[in-house]
């Protein structure tokens, strides 16, 4: 079974002045729509995790699942989302992408699953090569096994908000994928970073 798909759109967008990143014009579509055309053939199904009004998402047909964690827990608290989502559907795992990265690789869900292989419960996290840290990890994008769910709901209930402390906890692994250019993982986080994804689009129709 392929792992799902959770496109993680929780964030609270404050460089961009607040709203959701992924309904941003990028190329005459949203950048949540380029988002969901690369994730979605790589998995066996998808879902979108943001809170507020499920309704400013009815155009994309996906299912919104909201975090159960109250506050703003960060991406953590969307994986729990996801991971539950998953559980209901008959699911073993999940891979995660964000809402406002237009341009991640479409081959994410492979690689990560290949990092797993021999993993009791396949946890993988996507990273790129740095030149100053050696390389460094992504954490919005992952592959997560349902099977350690209440173990990460009682780690966000213990006030864990970062998602490397928990993945090394649980021996997780990386996937290294090339640093482009363009970026694989640029998000878009300022009205800067807006214009630039623009350009990066032009550049590659």
């Known amino acids: 079974m392929r792992p799902l798909g959770v496109i993680l759109a929780g964030g609270l967008a404050r460089r961009m ?62 994986v729990l989302a996801g991971l539950d989502w998953a559980a209901g559907q008959g699911a073993d795992s999940i891979v995660t992408a964000a809402a406002d990265t237009p341009f991640f690789p479409r081959d994410l869900v492979a690689r990560l699953v290949a990092a797993s292989s021999g993993q009791a419960h396949p946890l993988v996290l996507a990273a790129t090569p740095d030149d100053r840290r050696g390389r460094v990890r992504h954490p919005t994008f992952g592959l997560w096994p349902v099977a350690l769910r209440d173990d990460l709901r009682a780690a966000l209930g213990d006030g864990l908000r970062k998602v490397v402390l928990w993945t090394d906890a649980h021996d997780g692994r990386e996937a290294l994928f090339d640093a482009g250019p363009p970026d694989p993982f640029f998000n878009v986080n300022t009205p800067e970073d807006l214009a630039t994804a623009r350009a990066v689009l032009e550049a590659m129709s």
Do not use: M, Y
Request: hydrophobic share 45%; net charge negative; no cysteine.
């Open 17 to 78: 002045g607040g709203g959701d990143k992924g309904l941003l014009d990028l190329g005459n579509q949203p950048i949540l729509a380029h988002v969901i055309d690369r994730l979605a053939p790589q998995v066996g199904g998808l879902a979108l995790n943001a809170n507020g009004d499920p309704a400013r998402f009815a155009g994309h047909g996906l299912p919104v699942v909201a975090d159960s964690i109250e506050g703003f827990a960060g991406p953590l608290a969307g």
